[in-house]
């Protein structure tokens, strides 16, 4: 059997499907996990071509992939960028000249430029032939002391592909911007929490929406209406799971089950687009979040002592399901029956699991100026609230779910106890709005009366010619935490605003230091007013200095109408007098000023 | 001649004046220059105990010191700090435990802990015993990538030193606090500058005050008027330098020549300090600087073309000499005949020279509020100003004295042209108040008519309870470069302050914005406005917002009351659209985690 060639390989594409074993032998650099030592999977591409798996290893702070690469052309790229874009990315690269094939760790710069790193932290650990296709397999530290490289941080991943369709000459020689390629996205450091014991009662529960034809276009988010059982008593939720249909699991993009309002007896049947005009009003009262899951997720489980209450009296019937497909490459007439599935046990554990809402309450007076790249935003739950609406022992935050609009690109909740930060609750540096799935927190947070829960939000609104203001609206913003707890108190929001009458004061200032005359009467609404100042520095840097030193407006809330007795208008903005240190990666030695050389791939073993 | 250890050394600490002779054999670490190659030096203590020679290297990157120790007990520490403190210092220390000596090289932690640093930047080349005492020789990178370490910059260097009376069990059990010490300040990268051809014709005057007792007091500054020969035709002075008396070398801390004012006739004599009320008011007339040194620095040069004018028609015959003198000891009736020998000549170069005020104006309306630990006031020269007061060829700027007040830290003068930052004209970045010297360039700079010369000044009022406004009073604030330039032009002064409009708006808006009624009346004075703001975040954040935003006014003025003629009310303010890179020290590695070990020094070779 001759040396066969990756252009060779390409030649056969469409007979690549036939089994054939290929042993690639590499040099390898660490000992090598076997398949089934990758839990966590995700297609990378809608059609499903290229597939990735990994672990996590905490002691040895790095990641192992391994990638399923279905159809094999010329080579492929693979890596991790801020936000996904292409430029300014840490990139694993196999490319082959048509005669050598070779990988290597490589970053592009500002220009979509690649360059070879000096430091190869993309550790190739083997490459194997299946019937499937190619595996690669390779080692990734967490953090790498190159510059160049990507830190592999808590919260969201933009992981990003490229498949090269070309022989090309070298690696500086890939043009990125002629790729087919996409990004993904995923919590690549999955907390290493040890599964809780499930009772023998356990029962299952499916909300799966019924054979939908996925709509041939890129977005759709599908509202179902499941219903439980009448008389359906009080159970708990204690672990949920997605069913995906075999086939769609790169269209599948997120799900969430909410639980209508128990206000209202019944809820019309709804099998439909979310944003059709026939979808009933009613269906915007199901907002209460039962599970949500997004794609690389895997099942949530509850901790041990807790559970999420569902049906008994006093709750809704009534859940919506939605699905959001992502579906870019437009496929039609795709059949689809995802879900979630729950399981529920009617032995209640001793306590019942809570949401509370952290961050900033939905109004128009939390304002991003346009044409910001990183605006922050401050939403409080007070020392004042905790201590009047926790129980004395305590609750623990064990999950997390952050939620901004479309302008959100970081999301961060600290607790504070007197006036010192003493943790991070959930902090998400590449946050997406595409991206919002239930984290189980690595640790478990505990939260005392008289402690403060600062989330702190980031948007970029580069792209807008008009202020953004906070509230409903999907060209509006929400900066939110919801953390999951127990036991459950009736602290359900715990948020903040800047009190109005300072704001009004900004207005009439801003009035007053422009020389143009701009009408910020008292009677044109908040958003109006914002939207008619005009934007200079001064203008931006006073509404900035208004946010970090204006009394604030507290919603120490047992519901989204009902507050806590007490006072909560203008009360103290919390203080910080000391401040949690980032952490630094320490560094061996600065890298190599000259890159390194890819290493060939000796592909002369072919076997059929 | 058995083995002689520094305890016994310290034994004899009164017959050590007498001549011996005392090799120390160290390991050398690179070349040792000879004494002649120190051409600067600086007496380190008032009694001129320690007294530092150094040369400066800009191929190597290195500064190469020569350290005299007339009487040595039981080590000494020298090092640098951002502002002369002994915490968080970089140190070079020699200690003794009363057997064995060592060297190393150490930092203070920020409670003035000692620890030995892991890499040893503070190179020993050698030591000589000498009759007039011990020479310590080390070399020192500009930057030498150790966190701990100070990095060696233009401008102001705070050296400190501290004599060990004890022995000590190692470099730990230094007590810092304990120490006797103190502060020297240098420009230690001097410029590396040819000096330029001096004419056969040229004369000396000497400035100097004749035969003074140094009052027995810390501080005093002394004045004498001096007198220009009748009929002294126009000359230049084309060189100048100190004339220290022999013995007070520590005590003479700096010295200025002013010319006074033309339009007064004759001005009184005087001889005394210069804050006496005997001394006339008419010398507050005498405020053109001639010539100006400070301590540590050489002869100042003008470049070949030009030379400063003095004497003939239309320039005042009358001189004021300024002399600080420095005497912590309060060493009592030393006498002193200190002054500066001008260097001059009939034959007059191509050019006059000419000095230019940049920076802020001289008024209220800037002003610092107070605890305030860097808080940044920025003067601006505008295109404006330039395109029509400098000649089409431009000005070439070759020396730069910098000025503030007491809260004064930093100074930085930046040239811009369309908005583009083009090179650093001066930076001090520890610049202090107490040592004004004017600086030969590194680089001759030509600004041309529609740069702009950007001033911007860092000020700590931590010790203040109100505001700092700025004006001429010693607890107001300045924020000056005096450029030298040539050749000479119109324009004396460019600098400007906030509309005094927008500053009336910012009262306007800290009244509204308070909830305590304050009188921010327009019939109240500026500087009374300021005193009676309450200093909150919002309002400090408010002053900087306005400070960057607000128009400016603009002094383009041919003297300190004639303005070019034009509008320069409500000038906008020069925007920057691309700045300067700061220079990051490119470093080889970072060091080893644990601190290296001192260097013993061996002592055994002692001879008489």
Request: glycine residues 6%; charged residues 20%; proline residues 8%.
């Amino acid at each position: 059997c001759p040396s066969l060639m990756l252009r060779e390989v390409a030649s056969m594409y469409f007979t690549m499907v036939a089994a054939f074993l290929v042993i690639l032998v590499v040099a390898l650099q660490g000992s090598v996990p076997r398949g089934t030592d990758f839990p966590y999977k995700v297609p990378l591409d809608p059609q499903g071509l290229l597939e990735l798996s990994w672990n996590v290893s905490y002691p040895e702070q790095a990641v192992h992939f391994q990638l399923l690469i279905r159809e094999l052309r010329f080579g492929l790229l693979f890596g991790m960028s801020d936000r996904g874009e292409f430029e300014n990315a840490d990139l694993a690269v196999l490319w082959s000249d048509g005669h050598n094939s070779y990988f290597g760790d490589a970053w592009s710069d500002a220009k979509g430029q690649l360059h070879m790193d000096s430091q190869q932290d993309y550790q190739l650990l083997g490459a194997r032939r299946a019937p499937e296709g190619l595996y690669l397999l390779f080692r990734r530290a967490f953090s790498t002391c190159d510059p160049k490289d990507y830190l592999i941080e808590d919260g969201t991943v933009h992981l990003i592909y490229g498949i090269l369709e070309k022989p090309v000459r070298s690696l500086q020689a890939i043009n990125i911007s002629a790729l087919h390629g996409g990004l993904q996205r995923v919590q690549l450091l999955k907390p290493n929490i040890s599964i809780p014991q499930l009772p023998s009662d356990m029962k299952t529960m499916e909300i799966t929406a019924p054979d939908v034809v996925i709509p041939s276009q890129e977005t759709t988010y599908w509202c179902y209406m499941a219903e439980l059982p009448e008389g359906f008593p009080k159970h708990h939720i204690i672990m949920y799971e997605p069913v995906v249909t075999a086939g769609n699991e790169g269209l599948v993009h997120h799900m969430e089950v909410f639980q209508c309002a128990a206000e209202f007896d019944s809820f019309p049947h709804y099998n439909g687009p979310c944003d059709s005009k026939m979808k009933p009003d009613r269906l915007n009262y199901c907002r209460h979040v039962l599970a949500a899951w997004a794609m690389g997720a895997q099942a949530f489980y509850y901790p041990e002592e807790a559970g999420l209450a569902f049906g008994g009296p006093g709750s809704s019937r009534y859940l919506r399901l939605e699905i959001h497909y992502h579906n870019p490459l437009v496929f039609k007439g795709r059949r689809d029956s995802s879900g979630i599935r729950l399981y529920y046990t009617a032995t209640l554990r001793p306590y019942d699991a809570g949401i509370m809402e952290l961050g900033l309450v939905y109004t128009p007076v939390m304002a991003i100026p346009p044409g910001e790249d990183s605006f922050i935003l401050t939403g409080y739950c007070t020392d004042k609230c905790t201590q009047l609406a926790l129980p004395t022992a305590g609750i623990r935050i064990f999950a997390s779910q952050l939620h901004t609009h479309l302008a959100g690109r970081k999301v961060v909740t600290v607790l504070s106890r007197d006036g010192r930060e003493q943790q991070v609750v959930n902090a998400d540096t590449h946050y997406s709005p595409h991206f919002q799935e239930i984290s189980m927190l690595k640790e478990v947070v505990a939260v005392f009366p008289g402690d403060e829960l600062i989330t702190t939000c980031t948007y970029n609104t580069e792209d807008r010619s008009r202020a953004t203001v906070g509230g409903f609206g999907i060209l509006e913003e929400m900066c939110v935490n919801y953390v999951h707890y127990y036991p459950q108190t009736q602290l359900e929001l715990c948020k903040s605003a800047v009190d109005p009458g300072y704001l009004h004061r900004y207005f009439s200032l801003v009035n007053r230091f422009n020389d143009e005359e701009i009408c910020m009467c008292p009677q044109v609404s908040v958003p109006q007013q914002f939207y008619s100042i005009p934007w200079n520095t001064f203008n931006r840097d006073v509404l900035k200095s208004l946010y970090s030193f204006a009394p604030i407006s507290m919603h120490c809330n047992k519901s989204s109408a009902v507050r806590f007795p007490g006072e909560w208008e203008k009360q103290p903005l919390p203080s910080i007098t000391e401040r949690l240190r980032e952490r630094v990666p320490r560094c061996p030695g600065s890298p190599e000023p000259h890159p390194a050389a890819p290493i060939p791939l000796d592909l002369g073993q072919l076997r059929r």
